[in-house]
Each structure stands twice: as C-alpha cells, then as structure tokens.
Nanobody
Framework: VQLVESGGGLVQTGGSLSLSCAASGSTGSIVAMGWYRQAPGEQREVVATTTSGGGSTDYADSVKGRFTISRDNAKNTLYLQMNSLKPEDTAVYYC??????????WGQGTLVTVSS
C-alpha cells in the first residue's frame, strides 16, 4: 500500500482546507485509515480515524465539530475537510492506513499553515 497526500497550504485563521490521500497497491487489505499531525517541536498526534467502510469515525477533542474525515472507497481516497482553522492546527498532516497485521503505512505528509 502506498499513500500520497495533497491539499496542504497556507490559510488564514477561520479559513478552510481540504486534504486528500490517494491510496494505491493492495488497498483491499486496508482495515482502517486516519489522519495524524505533527506540529513543530511536538509529538505526532491522531486527528481523525475511520474504519474501512467509513461507518465509524473518531476525532481528537481539539478538532471535533471543525474537521470531517471521509472516505471514497471507489476512488481509494481519504479526505479531511478542515473548517474554522486555528493557528494551533499548523502542522504536517499525515495519512495513515492500518493493515490486518496492525502495521501502519504512512504517507509523506503535507504541510498546513494557519496564519493569525
């Protein structure tokens, strides 16, 4: 499985961005997907996750009500819609896919910068 993120960039406080993650390879083996982020000088943290069918989602408290994770299995693409962005949302955002063994596949990351 390979993951490629896109959609990062610079946005002002209160603005919106949409991230995409295109999966390729043995995508049928993916059991869950999610988005993590890592801010400068901070540890990587989970932002949102979804099961393979997209029927179950979970969010970090810091993004609940502002971010929405979704998945289009026909396109093998994961999305993260980010609204009401804050400067503290500035980070490199990573797409992650979980395989049946529990192994995590990571994308290369995409930078989101929110200016105040």
């Amino acid at each position: 499985v390979q993951l490629v993120e896109s959609g990062g960039g610079l946005v002002q406080t209160g603005g919106s961005l949409s991230l995409s993650c295109a999966a390729s390879g043995s995508t049928g083996s993916i059991v869950a997907m999610g988005w993590y982020r890592q801010a400068p000088g901070e540890q990587r943290e989970v932002v949102a996750t979804t099961t393979s069918g997209g029927g179950s989602t979970d969010y970090a408290d810091s993004v609940k009500g502002r971010f929405t994770i979704s998945r289009d299995n026909a396109k093998n693409t994961l999305y993260l819609q980010m609204n009401s962005l804050k400067p503290e949302d500035t980070a490199v955002y990573y797409c992650v896919a979980q395989l049946p063994t529990g192994f995590l596949v990571w994308g290369q990351g995409t930078l989101v910068t929110v200016s105040s």
